[in-house]
Each structure stands twice: as C-alpha cells, then as structure tokens.
T-cell receptor
Framework: GAVVSQHPSRVICKSGTSVKIECRSL??????MFWYRQFPKQSLMLMAT?????????EQGVEKDKFLINHASLTLSTLTVTSAHPEDSSFYIC????????????FGPGTRLTVT | GEDVEQSLFLSVREGDSSVINCTYT??????LYWYKQEPGAGLQLLTY?????DMKQDQRLTVLLNKKDKHLSLRIADTQTGDSAIYFC???????????FGQGTTLQVKP
C-alpha cells in the first residue's frame, strides 16, 4: 500500500477566518492529488484535481477563489478554505494518485472542519 | 455523465459471506476500485481490477467484473465484525484519473 497523511485531523475556526489543510504522500511521489468533500452519510464529492507545478482543475460549482489549492512539491498539496462560513463545515479528504500500476488513489485520514 | 450505483445497506452474520454489488455506466472504464471507510476515517483501498479481467482474488476478497452488464461485485469470505464499514465502489473516469464513486454500501456484521 501507500501512506497519505493529512493535517490537521480536526479544526474549529471562527466565521471569516481562513484554514489551511495539508495533504502529504509519505512514501511515494504524486504528481496528481485530489481534494474531496464528504457530507454526513454521503459519498465523496470531488472538489478539484491538484497537479504539481500547475494550476488546480476545479469541478463545476466549486469556487476556486474560496478553496485555494497549492501543489508545490511532489509530496505536498494544500487546501486553504478562505473566509470560512458555517456552510463550509464538512469532512475534507485528500488523495494522492500513484503514478504506476492501476493509477490507484490512496486517501488521507480526512480533516473535520467546523466553522462557528 | 457517468454514474455508479450501489445498494445502501447489507446485513450479514459473522462467518457468512458478504456480497456487495455495484453497477456503472462508463463504457470506457479502465480500472474499477473498492474502498472501505470506517467511521470518521479516510478511505482504505481494498482492491482494484483492470477492465479486461473477469475476476481477481486477494485473500478473503473476490472481485467479479461483468463488463457486458457493467456490473461489479465484492465478495468478502468469512465476514468478521471488523469488516463492518461503508464500502465504496469507484470507477476511473477516462484518463483524467478522476474517480466516480457510488453512494457507498453500509455493511453491518452481526455476531
């Protein structure tokens, strides 16, 4: 398998502030990482594809100015939720795609964001 | 667009086999995946199958793929209480690397 970490695992922030979430692939290099959002008892919703060294590709309906993605190295992608509102409260999960084999994605443990 | 469908709930007794089913619409799928999610955690990759294969076995897990009917199944032999979780089927969309997920099947294992 492969290991992907996320930090922080939980964060509580006040409305209007920004929060940064880090996603790291620990034992392989990932040119492509993905950011998902998951609502309670629902499936994962893809927010954006993060490509190392280039701009992220956002899914329809996802505000790129609100959810800033930076993929500065082959092992790190960050998601910054800017000017957070209570409706941004959710479980955010990242994945890193292994460049070999079946192109499978390995997921981080997720970050629970609560905006008060 | 592409769609992946799963039944929402399955209950089995410990020691029995579990079969989780999935259907998909994308005829150009190259790989199909099964992930497991425990409460409050991320997704764990269980196994995946290349689209030109019919079956893949990995210890207690058997994946069957019927490409003609676009049907995928995951069989867990000798199901244990530790197998209780949500299982997601996912289809790789073209060559973008994106995954299309099903809604997830909650597997409940009764002792």
């Amino acid at each position: 398998g492969a290991v992907v970490s996320q930090h922080p695992s939980r964060v509580i922030c006040k409305s209007g502030t920004s929060v940064k979430i880090e996603c790291r692939s620990l034992d392989f290099q990932a040119t492509t990482m993905f950011w998902y959002r998951q609502f309670p008892k629902q499936s994962l919703m893809l927010m954006a594809t993060s490509n190392e060294g280039s701009k992220a590709t956002y899914e329809q309906g996802v505000e790129k100015d609100k959810f800033l993605i930076n993929h500065a190295s082959l092992t790190l992608s960050t998601l910054t939720v800017t000017s957070a509102h209570p409706e941004d409260s959710s479980f955010y999960i990242c994945s890193a795609q292994k460049p070999t084999g079946g192109g499978e994605q390995y997921f981080g443990p997720g970050t629970r964001l609560t905006v008060t | 667009g592409e769609d992946v469908e799963q039944s929402l709930f399955l209950s089995v007794r410990e020691g029995d086999s579990s079969v989780i089913n999935c259907t998909y619409t994308d005829s150009s799928s190259t790989y199909l995946y099964w992930y497991k999610q425990e409460p409050g955690a991320g997704l764990q990759l269980l196994t995946y199958i290349f689209s030109n294969m019919d079956m893949k076995q990995d210890q207690r897990l058997t994946v069957l793929l019927n490409k003609k009917d676009k049907h995928l199944s995951l069989r867990i032999a000798d199901t244990q209480t530790g197998d209780s979780a949500i299982y997601f089927c996912a289809d790789s969309s073209g060559n973008t690397g994106k995954l299309i997920f099903g809604q997830g099947t909650t597997l409940q294992v009764k002792p």
